[in-house]
């Protein structure tokens, strides 16, 4: 069998997509999976061994300059990128029109997806030969292990696998914002990562209270790690290192090299974003805080201590969340 996969974004998206991916690694030994993700997130699909060949799409960064001849031929360049196979199935996980449009319905196969109940987007079931009822209001990791399971004629079952286990070796080590090196020599002490950005604004939470967390960790012998990426993050995370002394901030890195550091840390404590997402996956007992996304949706998954605190609207107390860090620790 072959099958195409798409699932191109976001980063959170792509992590909780892999146990789906060892659902039909488990079932069909022999399958050749292929995969079509934002070129800004191409590599996560490469973790997963059983994924052979990753399609790069730009839709992000194509939807803004759709006139331009670069954009053309780049689309050009793609659409036969990923009409080179023909799949006994295309299963496109994402629900949305510009999935299923742009991208499904574009590859050499039959199409299965969301109807247009279950859908994100109901007017991508439109574009789909077999159409599937999956409930909404579920983890994600679940729906997309059920949709697998309806597209391809399986009932998953046992615990979510990602996979990730590969990334588990100890990292290179690395120079941190004050200058130091992580890890030190002889460093044995516990770290924790720590990721107060988020990808919207509306997704923060107070600074004061994050503060306060990293107070906590260090009172109970736990460095934290502050993590970053744009401009924005790294001023946010440079402000909560220079207001709690002993808060240590990662220089920007590889994504692979990031996940390897997450894999050794003692616990993560981040908003709803797809490094937190990672860090889950890899094991790591991790606490979520959600202030703008609807938790039932994306909860932190994983085969570790995970614990999902708020909701949308609902950011949760400082006094809930320093409870579920000592839980963490505890675990």
Not at 20 to 44: G, H, L, N, T
Not at 244 to 262: E, M, Y
Not at 265 to 291: E, K, N, Q
Not at 303 to 317: A, F
Request: charged residues 20%; proline residues 8%.
């Amino acid at each position: 069998m072959r099958l195409l996969i798409v699932r191109t974004s976001s980063m959170g998206d792509l992590i909780h997509t892999l146990p789906a991916v060892s659902d039909v690694a488990a079932r069909f030994p022999q399958a050749r999976i292929d995969w079509v993700a934002e070129d800004s997130f191409a590599e996560i699909p490469t973790w997963h061994p059983a994924v052979g060949r990753v399609i790069p799409v730009a839709l992000r960064r194509w939807r803004h300059a759709w006139w331009q001849p670069a954009t053309l031929r780049a689309f050009g360049a793609y659409r036969r990128d990923l009409r080179q196979s023909r799949y006994d199935a295309v299963v496109d996980l994402q629900g949305l029109i510009k999935s299923a449009a742009l991208v499904a319905a574009a590859a050499r196969g039959p199409v299965h997806g969301l109807d247009r109940h279950s859908a994100r987007e109901p007017l991508a079931a439109l574009w789909y030969r077999h159409r599937h009822a999956v409930a909404r209001m579920q983890p994600a990791v679940l729906r997309y292990r059920s949709l697998m399971g309806l597209a391809l004629g399986y009932m998953p079952d046992g615990e979510p696998d990602f996979a990730l286990g590969h990334l588990l070796t100890p990292p290179a080590s690395v120079v941190l914002d004050d200058g130091s090196q992580w890890p030190g020599p002889g460093d044995d002490a516990p770290w924790a990562a720590i990721m107060p950005s988020a990808s919207r604004d509306r997704k923060l939470w107070p600074e004061a209270d994050w503060q306060a967390v990293l107070r906590h960790l260090l009172a109970a012998g736990v460095q934290p790690l502050l993590l970053a990426g744009n401009a924005a993050e790294r001023e946010r995370a440079e402000r909560l290192c220079a207001a709690v002394a002993g808060a240590r901030l990662l220089p920007r890195l590889s994504l692979r090299h990031t996940a390897r550091i997450l894999g050794r840390m003692r616990l993560m404590v981040g908003l709803d974003s797809g490094l937190t997402h990672l860090a889950a996956a890899l094991g790591r007992p991790t606490v979520g805080i959600y202030c703008a996304t609807p938790v039932v949706r994306t909860p932190i998954a994983g085969p570790g201590h995970c614990v999902s605190l708020g909701d949308r609207g609902q950011p949760p107390t400082l006094a809930a969340v320093l409870d579920a860090v000592d839980a963490a620790l505890a675990a």
